[in-house]
């Protein structure tokens, strides 16, 4: 059921959707994601996670558009939180950017919502459970089938709005109609793809690729007049599984319950498992807050609340225009009557056995991977979730089951920098200080220690004037310019230095790295004096030799003359070589 794509280049290793993921079913090795379909509940909160965008939906907007171009009947089935979606003021103006689109009909997903409503209402009075179950959302269908399998006995055997009403627009349009659910729901596509449905639903778009491909066709919600719906639901249908009316299940002494959040299920189905409570409906909607706030929303800036407020007033507003028209009619069974009536659909629904069986490691295996991560010991098991896992042990159970590395735990890998970043500062033999933007040393290294012959705790926290003129630092500091490679003499350490000074811009200080080229600079000098020596030396030969060579001119003048050449090259030797010294 893979309808989530990833691209690579994209990915920023943040792990915010392993993070999301409920059964952790996601994974990033070397920046690419991979979802384990068996654990996947399809409930899209690692799409909603990504903020980079590597995350996205297939696209099946193309496959519309064929349809549409196709002699096929294009049929829309409407999900009714388009209100809480695009804030429109009246259904009507959805209709016709519906159809402008293209589309063929467009009928409200309460058509089926009403069916399921009254199916349910039945099943409550009849079942002689001891609790039930909506299975109206599906990711929460898979997390029950897959995670909590033992409380598949209490799910209804009846199936969703929108399977319900895909099979009632299959008998009223016929079977080769192309009929698209539209709403907020990513999990509906996991849905629509069902064994048991195949066929039916043929395409599922959320409200942020209907938002995207209004945008690409110009069309304008808020300047359009408004089309009729071609069928309509009611309150209840709109509403299921919250409006379910609890009459008939307080004969059977049930209770609803409503809960949003796969996070906030939990607890709940942990206590149904172990058989702790009894007479319960519940209705679990995985998406945190519920379908107004589900993964296929579009991804703007308006707040839940604004979302809940679109969609009761639009609710308000329909529900008061339907006790209009029951007043009018006085009969609640003449609302309809404008409609055909609908044709009988089947709904039942299987619920899979899904089992997810999840891997068991010995506390041995679990232990050594823990010794690996540098998480031996109780207190450096932080428990922090930057990996995702929620639990450092939960982290060591998915790098043995091979779904993520060693690597991916922040702070093992800030331990293991900072340990190597204090090997190099502490046994680095240049002296390495860091000096604040208020001129005061904050660090100093051991090597700083011999060479300006102060403990590091004597001059921390004092002016740097204390041990160095500041003049250098003050310049950095002003111009933001980094100083690299300048000697400088102290004559009161007995040091040469080759400094740089860096302007840490981020964290706002300066780092100087200072290299102690007293020794090179010193044995330099030998050199110079040594061949200065050696020309003096060869200077005064030459001047004896020329002295002699006068007196016997005549009887030694080419020897002479020799001599004199071999000795001046010897000189120009050593000037020469004393030049490229300096
Ligand atoms: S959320 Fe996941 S897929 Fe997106 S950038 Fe972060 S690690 Fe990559
Ligand atoms: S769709 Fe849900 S369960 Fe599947 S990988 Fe994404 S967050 Fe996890
Ligand atoms: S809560 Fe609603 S939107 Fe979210 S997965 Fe369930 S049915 Fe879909």
Not at 146 to 163: C, G, T
Not at 226 to 238: E, I, N, P, S
Not at 502 to 516: N, P, V
Request: glycine share 6%; charged share 30%; aromatic share 6%.
């Amino acid at each position: 059921m893979k309808f989530i794509n990833h691209s690579m280049d994209k990915c920023n290793n943040c792990y915010k959707c392993i993070r999301a993921c409920p059964p952790k079913a996601i994974s990033i090795f070397d920046s690419h994601a991979r979802i384990d379909q068996d654990r996947c509940i399809s409930c899209g909160e690692c799409y909603v996670a990504c903020e980079q965008g590597a995350l996205h939906i297939k696209n099946v907007i193309d496959h519309v558009k064929e349809a549409i171009a196709s002699p096929q009947k294009v049929v829309v089935s409407l999900s009714p939180a388009f209100s809480s979606a695009f804030g429109v003021e009246n259904g009507e103006q959805m209709v016709e950017a519906l159809k402008k689109l293209g589309f063929d009909v467009v009928e409200e997903e309460a058509v089926g919502g009403d069916v399921v409503a009254k199916a349910y209402e039945d099943y409550l009075g009849s079942s002689g459970k001891k609790n039930i179950i909506a299975s109206t959302c599906p990711s929460t269908n898979y997390l029950i089938e897959k995670y909590h399998s033992s409380l598949r006995q209490y799910m209804i055997p009846i199936v969703s709005p929108m399977i319900a009403h895909g099979r009632i627009l299959r008998k009223k349009y016929g079977a080769d109609s192309y009929i698209v659910y539209v709403g907020p729901c990513l999990a509906k596509k996991a849905e629509a793809r069902e064994m048991q449905h195949r066929g039916l639903v043929k395409a599922v778009l959320t409200f942020v690729e209907l938002e995207d491909w209004l945008k690409e066709e110009g069309i304008e919600l808020e300047s359009l007049e408004g089309m009729a719906f071609d069928a309509v639901g009611t309150h209840k249908g709109r509403c299921i599984p919250f409006c379910i009316d609890m009459e008939i299940s307080k004969k059977k002494n049930f209770e609803k319950n409503v809960i949003a959040g796969v996070d906030n299920s939990e607890e709940i189905l942990r206590s149904l498992e172990n058989d702790e409570l009894e007479g319960l409906f519940l209705g679990i909607a995985s998406c945190d807050r519920g379908c107004i706030n589900g993964t296929g929303m579009p991804k703007d800036d308006t707040s839940y609340y604004v979302r809940r407020k679109r969609m009761t007033d639009y609710n308000r507003k329909i529900k008061a225009l339907e006790e209009e028209q029951k007043q009018e009619q006085q009969k609640e069974k003449d609302l309809n009557e404008n409609q055909d009536p609908l044709p009988e659909v089947d709904l039942s629904k299987i619920i899979y056995d899904q089992k997810v069986e999840l891997e068991k490691y010995s506390a041995e295996e679990i232990n050594e991977t823990l010794m690996v991560m540098g998480k031996s010991r109780k207190e450096d098991q932080l428990n922090c979730n930057a990996c995702g896992y929620g639990t450092c042990h939960a982290k060591a159970e998915s790098v043995l089951r091979g779904t993520s590395h060693v690597n991916m735990c922040l702070p093992f890998m800030r331990a293991k920098a900072e340990s190597l970043k204090n090997v190099i500062f502490d046994n680095s033999p240049n002296a390495i200080f860091m000096v604040g933007p208020d001129l005061k040393v904050k660090e100093f290294n051991p090597s700083s220690e011999r060479i300006f012959q102060i403990r590091a705790e004597a001059i921390k926290d004092r002016d740097i004037s204390t041990i160095i003129p500041s003049d250098l630092f003050e310049e950095v500091l002003e111009t933001r310019v980094n100083l690299i490679g300048r000697q400088v003499e102290y004559h009161q350490y007995g040091v040469i230095l080759i400094v740089n000074i860096l302007y840490l811009s981020k964290e706002g200080i300066l780092m100087a790295i200072m290299t102690d080229v007293t020794s090179a600079e010193k044995n330099k000098k030998e050199l110079i004096r040594v061949r200065e020596n050696t020309l003096n030396v060869a200077q005064d030969v030459i001047d004896k030799q020329m002295r002699v060579a006068q007196e016997i001119a005549s009887l030694l003048g080419e020897t002479t003359a020799e001599t004199k050449v071999t000795l001046t090259k010897l000189q120009n030797l050593v000037v020469g070589d004393r030049g490229e010294e300096r």
